[in-house]
């Protein structure tokens, strides 16, 4: 497909949303329209391309919105989109629709249905790294995943006063089942004694030693950065297991998806920009079957089968050293 050809291109936003989205989605808009290309935004993800429930975007119905958390085009986990006949019939529609290109903006999930959906349309489809959780392969940072850390910081602060004035233990979770990112990230600039990962193999039982010992040295507050997939039962249970160890209470604060939500930080509204605005021109250039995403600084593109090589931008046991001379 030449550049010439593309006429009309999609976008739809998909799994859970993240602080830039929408910063995203005006990019794409406007670097599409700049080009003469019409624009359709997709409701509710992958289920409007199936119900065919979309709306047109232009320069000024994404006025306004670049400061706006969640998603203009609205969210959701389509079922029916992760069958085969639900991928088929996408393409279908599509197809019908004379759409020349789709970009997906998501997580996981979003970019292996955009994958299957790039085997079975002839369409052009490239994705866009929307989630705060910051575990895509390709990319050093995702869509969202600075607001996410900044907005989990904030609370971390605040916990601290009231850890330092009553002489507390509290665990604070925070979200990330198989990805530790928010947790070292939040942990790191907050300043916390401890950080639990699912990237490093769990020890409560050293955890505790390191409490009791703390403790004899006189350190009243304990700040606990709990990601949710360190272990099953979350915060709860390395609760338990500390009251178990050590006799010791500790306070449970779970943020849940307040880290979702919120205005985008300048960071995250500058690179959803950047990366929604290379989209179209990821087009434009016959590109398809790949994410565009930023790498030691520079704009590229990986391939959708690639996503699952990841590495990382920063070591998490090195990180988790430092903290450990710093916060004794």
């Known amino acids: 497909m030449t550049d010439s050809s593309i006429k009309k291109i999609g976008?739809?936003?998909s799994g859970g949303d993240s602080p830039g989205m929408n910063a995203c989605i005006r990019a794409i808009t406007r670097t599409a329209i700049y080009h003469g290309i019409e624009v359709v935004g997709f409701r509710w993800g992958y289920k409007g391309v199936l119900?065919?429930?979309?709306?047109?975007l232009g320069s000024r119905s994404v006025s306004n919105i670049i400061q706006r958390?969640?998603?203009?085009?609205g969210s959701s986990r389509c079922k029916d989109f992760e069958t085969k006949e639900g991928i088929y019939r996408a393409a279908e529609n599509l197809k019908e629709m004379e759409v020349d290109a789709l970009l997906v903006i998501g997580g996981n999930g979003s970019l292996k249905g955009a994958q299957e959906l790039d085997e079975a349309w002839d369409g052009q489809v490239i994705g866009l790294?929307?989630?705060i959780d910051n575990d895509l392969g390709g990319t050093d940072w995702t869509i969202g995943f600075f607001t996410a850390v900044d907005t989990a910081l904030d609370s971390i602060d605040k916990i601290r006063d009231t850890a330092e004035a009553f002489q507390r233990i509290f665990l604070i979770e925070v979200m990330g089942r198989k990805a530790g990112d928010i947790a070292l990230g939040v942990g790191i600039s907050g300043g916390a004694e401890e950080v639990l990962i699912p990237e490093i193999p769990l020890d409560l039982e050293a955890l505790g030693q390191r409490l009791i010992e703390a403790k004899k040295r006189g350190k009243g507050s304990y700040i606990v950065v709990v990601a949710e997939g360190v272990c099953d039962g979350g915060a709860h249970e390395v609760a338990r297991e500390i009251k178990r160890i050590t006799s010791y209470e500790s306070h449970i604060c779970i943020l849940g998806h307040t880290q979702r939500g919120g205005s985008p930080v300048a960071h995250d509204r500058i690179f959803a920009t950047r990366t929604g605005a290379?989209?179209?021109?990821?087009a434009l250039d016959g590109l398809t079957g790949v994410?565009?995403?930023?790498?030691r600084g520079e704009l590229c593109h990986t391939p959708f089968g690639q996503l699952e090589k990841r590495w990382r931008f920063f070591e998490p046991k090195r990180l988790l050293e430092i903290n450990t001379m710093l916060t004794i």
């Open 11 to 13: 976008v739809l936003t």
């Open 51 to 56: 119900e065919m429930d979309f709306r047109p």
């Open 69 to 73: 958390g969640g998603t203009i085009l």
């Open 129 to 131: 790294p929307g989630t």
């Open 278 to 282: 290379r989209a179209v021109e990821a």
């Open 291 to 295: 994410m565009i995403g930023v790498q």
